[in-house]
């Protein structure tokens, strides 16, 4: 499934399908990008981070890839569990503000 | 390395008091910004802090709120004369010194007003 930015809030996946989370910033400027998950009751959680002079960085499960053309991040994520239930945020460090983020849900 | 604290982690006040919200940054951390999220919401930006300097609150409502980050403890946001609008959740956020850094996030606090 996809979403597209911060205009779809919900994605909802079956568990084990790849799971992709998009989302658009304004600052052509900025330098740093970072991707959030919050799960329900707790504090944002770091998951992956990108330099503007990169164009993809992989992790664990997570693959983040910057678009600086477009002005657009994605977070992938590979063979999505019930954990990864949460919400995605998105963040340019040079701009303190965060969207409304994307709540993904996964279907056992 | 502990993480971000905040304390404490809910908090209920009447309408008309004053609450006082705590953040223990990371160790060697000396940026902190607060946050404040409605359910169902994004993170709203508040203020941010160095060590007894406060260097961006475009986020703060003019009246009531206050942030301060002393050189000694945690930082603190006030909030005086409560009302039910101020209930949320309130998230501080670490750094190291410089931009290009994540910021680690506590674990907010639940602030309910009745």
């Known amino acids: 499934g996809e979403s597209v930015g911060l205009h779809l809030p919900t994605l909802s996946v079956q568990e084990g399908d790849n799971s992709i989370i998009n989302c658009a910033y304004s600052?052509?400027?900025?330098?740093?990008f970072i991707w959030y998950k919050q799960e329900s009751g707790k504090g944002p959680q770091f998951i992956i981070d990108?330099?503007?002079?990169?164009d993809k960085r992989q992790g664990q499960r997570v693959t983040v890839l910057l678009n600086k053309t477009v002005k657009h991040l994605s977070l992938q994520i590979a063979a999505t569990q019930p954990g990864d239930s949460a919400v995605y945020f998105c963040?340019?460090?040079?701009?303190?503000?965060f969207g409304a983020g994307t709540r993904l849900t996964v279907k056992p | 390395n502990a993480g971000v604290m905040q304390n404490p982690r809910h908090l209920v006040r009447r309408r008309g008091q004053e609450a006082r919200l705590r953040c223990s940054p990371m160790?060697?951390?000396?940026?902190v910004y607060w946050y404040r999220q409605l359910p169902e919401e994004g993170l709203k930006f508040m203020v941010y802090?160095?060590?007894?300097?406060?260097?961006?609150e475009s986020g703060m409502p003019k009246e009531r709120f206050s942030a301060e980050f002393p050189k000694e403890g945690p930082s603190i946001l006030r909030i005086q004369q409560v009302v039910r609008g101020d209930s949320a959740a309130y998230f501080c956020?670490?750094?190291?010194?410089?931009?290009?850094?994540?910021?680690?996030f506590g674990p907010g606090t639940r602030l309910t007003v009745t």
């Open positions: 802090l160095q060590k007894e300097n406060i260097i961006d």
């Open positions: 990108i330099r503007s002079n990169m």
């Open positions: 956020a670490s750094q190291l010194s410089g931009t290009v850094n994540p910021r680690y």
């Open positions: 160790k060697g951390h000396s940026h």
């Open positions: 963040a340019e460090t040079n701009d303190m503000r």
């Open positions: 600052n052509s400027a900025s330098d740093y």
